[in-house]
């Protein structure tokens, strides 16, 4: 089987499951950012400059490692709310 239908294989198992996935915009075409739903994420792919075939690549084979090996940069964990700033209604309400 070809890499980006095993990608989209975990990616339908991940939403049939409920674990949602957002791909966002990185640093390029060739590079992404995976959002969990619990706000968690991390970086995928190689922006391989003006090589609009090594971007693609480079992203494939990023988000294979990612989705289906299991391998790739560490996952950052979602940032605490921030606190309410001091007067704000959220503190009065708090």
């Known amino acids: 089987m070809s890499k980006a239908y095993e990608i989209l294989k975990v990616?339908?198992?991940?939403?049939?499951?409920?674990?949602d996935i957002?791909?966002?915009h990185d640093w390029g075409l060739g590079s992404g950012t995976i959002i969990f739903k619990d706000g968690s994420h991390t970086h995928f792919g190689n922006d391989c400059e003006d090589n609009e075939q090594k971007?693609?690549?480079?992203?494939?084979d990023g988000l294979y490692s990612l989705l289906v090996e299991g391998r790739?940069?560490?996952v950052c964990p979602p940032a605490p709310p921030p606190e309410p700033l001091p007067g704000s209604d959220a503190q009065r309400l708090g």
């Open 11 to 19: 990616i339908a198992k991940m939403n049939a499951d409920g674990d």
């Open 22 to 24: 957002t791909l966002a």
């Open 55 to 60: 971007a693609v690549d480079a992203f494939v």
């Open 72 to 74: 790739g940069l560490s």
